[in-house]
């Protein structure tokens, strides 16, 4: 349930959050959406879609609710059982119990990163700040002057939302970003029609100066983001997107103001790098990201953290462990939703625990870690995100467990699901069609996912589009070439 106030320890919404994946991207594999949901969920109708599923699994009587990890330690014969000892705390009251595998599920979402230090005179700023985890909706803010500082999803989703009430919003950005819809070409949702198998073959098989020169005209194609002072510092680089649909008309309408990084904070004003000044400023909030933590460690070298890079194998097991039996899942992110790449890694951790997928040595998987920064530096500018290919991130999860589809076996064998799986949207059912875990209903998901797409937004009988153009103009086109030679001839 969404609180008032954020609780220490657990993330925290504002209550006009809408979901950046459609719901046919980002259900669970074997639990589509209700036909009757919209394509992009407000978060009390995907916790209902989460309710619903854990009642439909029967998930409800495993879970203790109420109920806070307080540590997390190595039983002391860890290294022969790999067993760990959680201590929980419910109503004052603390409980150990001994587990043969912990997964860590916490995400990256919790704990605010507000580097003040690096934002001079702050200190003396007579106004307000606060973190974007802190904000909750619009209405305190009507008629004041606010800064939003930081070019995410949250800070652009805060920064447009205040714009309506607020007498000035300007928003600071440090680099840029390139900025999308939810809606994409000919009004269907971005990621239907961008995260396919056919386009991540494409990127990959590409020299990467043609990839890179097709991805910054893919992204400039609706308008050119200089003009609005979006344009990214590396155009290329891979870095996520912010998913806004109403920041240019915001931004036209003058009620939002794009502006560079804060060189300085003064009592009343800032100043930005450029050498301007905003005066009379009464808000300041940070919309600056998340740190990753994890105080019920008992021994935090053991989920290692520096400079916001984590050092986990396929992004999930704690490398140096004496046994491989805990997982950190969601400390990923990438084009693709939360909610089937968390399956996914959860079924890939299972696969471990119960010894079925052999992890490779210490040094090959640290070396495999390593290789992966280097990835990440070609591809997103730096090693320290948690950004990952979507695609070719579950390919590799799925393919070790053995439910990656074959596109040479459906191609034999079906191949018009082979068509819709490497053309169409990567939707979680593809993981679901083979192998274990697999279900029944994944093919039939797959063929009528547009059906429940479109249903979400045909909410009203409408007449087919007609053609405009007059009778006799199509016959005329094709006489042009002839009158045109015509022409030439008679000159």
Sequence with gaps: MRKEKPEEGRASIYRTVFTNSCKEMMCYPDFPFPDDYPNY??????????????????LLRHIRFKTTVTKIRKRPDFSATGQWEVVTRRDG?????????????????????????????????????????????????????????????????????????????YLSTRS????????????????????????????NFLPKAVSDWLYVRGMNQQYKH??????????????????????????????????PNVKEF???????????????????????????????????????????EVTLYKCIVPPQL???????????QSFGSAIPTADVQCRWAIKVFQGLCTLPSVSEMLEDIEEKKRNKVK?????????????????????AIGAKPSMLKLLLTDPLLALKVFFGPCTPYQFRLTGPGKWSGARRAIF????????????????????????????????????????????
């Design 448 to 491: 009528t996912q547009w059906d429940r797409t479109l249903k979400a937004t045909r909410t009203r009988e409408a007449p087919p589009a007609t053609s405009t153009l007059p009778s006799l103009l199509v016959p005329g086109m094709l006489f042009l070439p002839l009158l045109l030679l015509l022409t030439v001839l008679y000159w």
């Design 176 to 203: 840029g970003s390139w900025v999308m819809s939810r809606v994409w070409n000919f009004g269907y949702p971005w990621d239907m029609l961008l995260i396919t198998r056919f386009w991540t073959w494409l990127e």
């Design 93 to 169: 009251k603390e409980e150990a119990a001994v587990f043969d595998a912990v997964m860590v599920c916490t995400g990256h979402h919790v704990y605010p990163n507000l580097p003040l230090a690096h934002f001079p005179g702050i200190e003396k700023f007579k106004g307000c700040y606060l973190h974007s985890r802190e904000y909750k909706e619009a209405e305190k803010f009507r008629g004041k002057k606010v800064l939003v500082v930081g070019l995410g999803n949250s800070g652009s989703d805060i920064a447009v939302e205040l714009s309506t009430v607020a007498s000035q919003v």
């Design 266 to 308: 003064r009592e009343t004003s800032v100043l930005f790098q450029d050498g301007t000044v905003q005066d009379n400023l009464d808000v300041v909030i940070f919309a600056t990201g998340y740190s990753h933590s994890f105080p019920f460690m008992e021994d935090e070298s053991i989920i290692e953290s520096r400079n916001n």
């Design 322 to 332: 004496e046994k491989p039996t805990m997982a950190v899942i969601g400390l990923v």
């Design 379 to 399: 591809w997103f500018g730096t090693s320290n995100t948690l950004q990952t290919d979507y695609i070719t991130y579950m390919n590799e999860l799925t393919s």
């Design 41 to 58: 969920i407000h978060n009390t109708r995907l916790q209902k879609y989460i309710r619903d599923y854990a009642q439909h699994f029967d």
């Design 226 to 259: 200089e003009d609005f002072g979006l344009m990214p510092v590396d155009g290329a680089s891979r870095r996520e997107p912010v998913l806004n649909d109403d920041i240019l008309s915001r931004i036209t309408c003058g009620a939002l103001l794009i502006k």
